[in-house]
């Protein structure tokens, strides 16, 4: 059974820092893309970043480059996001996903999904 299990979230200050991890179960990790997605109130569900299989390629959504970095530790079977500078637009829950493929940047790409954390940055 496969498990994607999110923490790190809070609720944090303009110009704070966080750092989100997702820890994996039931996958053969290091041959599995991973990557973030956002969705704030009344908006659709946004990738935030993605990691191909060894982490030599990475992307990010415009609005967050240069504040946020994606990771992995293939021992651990964990992906990480680190937020910097976060700004109050950042809100919203966060999920981290999972995709056979070797590299994803689309909702489409991935095959499963975690519940979520709450990211809150106020003004």
């Known amino acids: 059974q496969v498990q994607l299990v999110e923490s790190g979230g809070g609720l944090v200050q303009a110009g704070d820092s966080l750092r989100l991890s997702c820890a994996t179960s039931?996958?053969?990790?290091?041959?599995?893309?991973m990557g973030w997605f956002r969705q704030a109130p009344g908006k659709e569900r946004e990738i935030v970043a993605a990691?191909?299989?060894?982490?030599?390629?990475?992307s990010y959504e415009d609005s967050v480059k240069g504040r946020f970095t994606i990771t992995r530790d293939n021992a651990k079977n964990t992906v990480y996001l680190q937020m910097n500078n976060l700004k109050p637009e950042d809100t919203a829950v966060y999920h981290c996903?999972?995709?056979?493929?070797?590299?994803?940047?689309?909702?489409?790409?991935?095959?499963?999904w975690g519940q979520g954390t709450q990211v809150t940055v106020s003004s």
């Open positions: 996903a999972a995709s056979t493929r070797y590299y994803g940047t689309t909702m489409r790409d991935y095959d499963y």
């Open positions: 990691i191909s299989w060894s982490g030599a390629i990475t």
């Open positions: 039931g996958l053969t990790f290091s041959s599995t893309a």
